[in-house]
């Protein structure tokens, strides 16, 4: 079962959530897919046991030579091509390896090569299975990592499996919830809150994901998210309080899961809730 956790925004609570149901379970698998800004290494502290660089397919012009008919040029919306001084010249840092250039070339001078843009770490955790994306700065997107990360052939062997999103709902998160079983919403109790919520909630209802809410950062007073969430219809799977040890826990990268009993409960009960929802 792969339970995508996501959230309009960062800093919403969605890494807490996801490392501590991870751990909470008996045994589980924890896939950090924000490879721009991956901090789940940082609870986790897995023994590393595999690293593996992510290759893209890049064009390359060298050793060509150009008729500098600008087709390939004027068909790179990412402006990644130039042809100056009889020259093509390929801005590796900017394209996007759609393979367009190379297909509409009438000389045929374009090869390709590989290019790394990141690394996928696997190490292990006590009873969690840990794979971590880890983008390289300044690479323009970080899809081809998610991608390894969720079609490995081993997770088929791992439940419940944990997909921390990237935040917001750019492409990114889209390739995060593509084979998710079930969707967990975290959303903070602010009008801020319910725009970011919402963003997350139209997101997975076009994508046709089962999915309920935690609200994170809960006070006793009105709680904008919550109404939301009503007047949607969306079940909220449970509520983690505006407590000052847990932040205390969560900024020391300690997971609450492991070192409270009290923290221990909510998220094993929470978990429970999370399982029967998502087998629905």
């Known amino acids: 079962m792969k339970i995508a956790v996501l959230s309009g925004k960062g800093g919403t609570g969605k890494t807490l959530l996801s ?36 290759a893209v397919k890049v064009p390359s012009a060298k050793g060509r030579i150009c008729i500098g008919c600008r087709i390939c040029v004027d068909f790179c919306k990412f402006n990644a091509l130039a042809h100056v001084n009889g020259r093509l010249k390929v801005f590796e840092n900017i394209c996007h390896s759609c393979g367009g250039c190379l297909l509409l070339c009438p000389e045929h001078i374009l090869t390709e090569k590989d290019k790394v843009i990141g690394k996928v770490l696997r190490g292990i955790a ?15 997107s970080g899809i081809p990592i998610i991608k390894r990360m969720l079609s490995n052939s081993e997770l088929v062997h791992t439940d419940p499996i944990f997909i921390d999103c990237p935040p917001g709902s750019a492409c990114t998160v889209m ?7 079930y969707c967990i ?3 903070e109790p602010t009008l801020f809150g319910v725009h970011n919520l919402n963003m997350v909630y139209e997101l997975v209802k076009l994508f ?14 009105v709680n904008p998210s919550e109404i939301f969430c009503e007047d949607k219809n969306i079940s909220i799977l449970g509520k983690l309080p505006f407590d000052r040890e847990l932040a205390t826990l969560n900024s020391n990268a300690l997971i609450a899961a492991r070192v409270s009993a009290k923290y221990r409960a909510l998220f094993s009960s929470l978990l429970r809730i999370v399982k029967r929802e998502a087998a629905l």
């Open 185 to 187: 919403l975290v959303a």
């Open 126 to 140: 006590d009873n969690v299975a840990v794979h971590t994306g880890v983008l390289n700065i300044g690479e323009p």
């Open 19 to 54: 490392v501590n149901l991870a751990a909470a379970a008996e045994s589980s698998t924890y896939i950090d897919c924000d490879v721009e800004e991956p901090n789940g290494l940082l609870f986790f502290k897995p023994q590393v046991l595999e690293t593996e660089d992510i």
């Open 175 to 181: 390739e995060s919830i593509k084979e998710a079983d």
């Open 208 to 221: 046709g994901k089962p999915h309920g809410a935690v609200l994170n950062k809960c006070l006793e007073t």
